[in-house]
Structure formats: structure tokens, C-alpha cells
């Protein structure tokens, strides 16, 4: 199985200051046949499901606002959220689908600090 | 725009075999992946298996021996049949459209809300 690494495992981030969520993967998820990265990031806010922020690491899903993006290719990826917002409080997770079984990273929680 | 509902008993005893169906509406099940995902309260994501529009499916090799999906495509829906439960199957279960190539899924665009199942006796 790949073996999806964040950091860190929580971050407080004061209202409208940046947040940083980092990925690793434990090998490649970049497919030389199209050269993209099989990555995606999800967000989970308290007693909901998983909501679909970025795929192919760096594509925005429609909807999601322009102050998150991603960033990374092989192994190394980054979620940055600018200007942080209240209602951006959650658990973070990358996903990896380059190989079944798909596996996610542990999660990363953001506060407000 | 796609809706996913999970519906089953909430509460499987050990032994048995936990059984959830998740109706798709807004949209056919003719198309893309359908998968399972399960969240123990309180910790991380674990993706289960999949069916694909065409019947296909795979699982979690962690999980293989005991889990099925299937599909009912008159009704819109697919199905988790997971056995011999025991405590550490006590989970979040949700379920999943992932999008995806006609060899394999990629992300999943549209969640189920959850359905918590608690393994007890």
C-alpha cells in the first residue's frame, strides 16, 4: 500500500494568515502516461463527510474558493490555505488514487488561533 | 446535481454481517465508480472497495475476504455487505461517486452524509 504522510498533525492559524498542510507520499503517485499526480485533498468539518477540495494536486474543484490551492509533484505535496477564514475550521486529508487500494493520510487539523 | 443517501441497521452484532445500501438520486449510477468508505469515530479515512458502471469491482486487501459490493442499477443503488464483524468494524460509513478512467477511479466528487454502525451485542 502507499503510505500517506501529513504534516503537521494540527495548526492553529490566527484569522486571515496563511496555513500550510503538508503530504508524502511513500512512492511517486505522478503517472508518466499523462504526467499528472493522482492526489487529492479533502476537507471535513465536525459531523459532516468529506468535501472534495483539489484534485490532480492542484486543480480546484468547482465551488471551492480561490484562496485554497495545491501544490507538489512525486512524492512531496502541499495544501495552502491564504487568508484563513472561520468557517475554513476542519480536518484535512490528502488521498492518494494512483494504486488500489486508495489511501489517505491521517489528517490535519486547523484551529483558529 | 447528484445526491447519495447510506441507509442500514445501525447497531450489527459480532459474527454477523453488516449490510447498507446507498441510493443515488439526481443522476444515473450508469456512470463513474461507486465506492465505500468508513471513518472509525474520531480517527481517519479508509476507503473499502468500489463497483464500477460496468460491474467491476475491487476491495481493500485489508478487508477483501469479508466485504461485497454490488449494484442494483433498476434502483439506483449499491450495496456494502461486510462480515464476521467485530468491534473494529464499528465505523462511520459513507458512501462515494468517484470519478474516474475506464481502467480505474480517481477522487471522490460526491459523499453520502454517513451512517454511523456500531458493532455490538
Known amino acids: 500500500d502507499i503510505v500517506m504522510t501529513q504534516s503537521p498533525d494540527s495548526l492553529a492559524v490566527s484569522l486571515g494568515e496563511r496555513a500550510t498542510i503538508n503530504c508524502r507520499a511513500s512512492q511517486s503517485v505522478l503517472h508518466s502516461s499523462n504526467n499528472r499526480n493522482y492526489l487529492g485533498w479533502y476537507q471535513q468539518k465536525a459531523g459532516q463527510p468529506p468535501k472534495l477540495l483539489i484534485y490532480?494536486?492542484?486543480t480546484r474543484e468547482s465551488g471551492v474558493p480561490d484562496r485554497f490551492s495545491g501544490s507538489g509533484s512525486g512524492t512531496d505535496f502541499t495544501l495552502t490555505i491564504n487568508s484563513l477564514q472561520a468557517e475554513d475550521v476542519a480536518v484535512y486529508y490528502c488521498q492518494q488514487y494512483y494504486d488500489t487500494p486508495q489511501t489517505f493520510g491521517q489528517g490535519t487539523k486547523v484551529e483558529v488561533k | 446535481q447528484v445526491q447519495l443517501q447510506e441507509s442500514g441497521p445501525g447497531l450489527v452484532k459480532p459474527s454477523e454481517t453488516l449490510s447498507l445500501t446507498c441510493t443515488v438520486s439526481g443522476g444515473s449510477i450508469n456512470t463513474y465508480y461507486w465506492s465505500w468508505i468508513r471513518q472509525p469515530p474520531g480517527k481517519g479515512l479508509e476507503w473499502i472497495g468500489y463497483i464500477s458502471y460496468t460491474g467491476s469491482t475491487k476491495y481493500n486487501p485489508s478487508l477483501k475476504s469479508r466485504v461485497s459490493i454490488s449494484v442494483d442499477t433498476s434502483k439506483n443503488q449499491f450495496s456494502l455487505q461486510l462480515s464476521s464483524v467485530t468491534a473494529a468494524d464499528t465505523a462511520f460509513y459513507y458512501c462515494a461517486r468517484q470519478v474516474g478512467s475506464q481502467w480505474m477511479p480517481y477522487y471522490s466528487d460526491c459523499w453520502g452524509q454517513g451512517t454511523l454502525v456500531t458493532v455490538s451485542s
Open positions: 490532480w494536486a492542484s
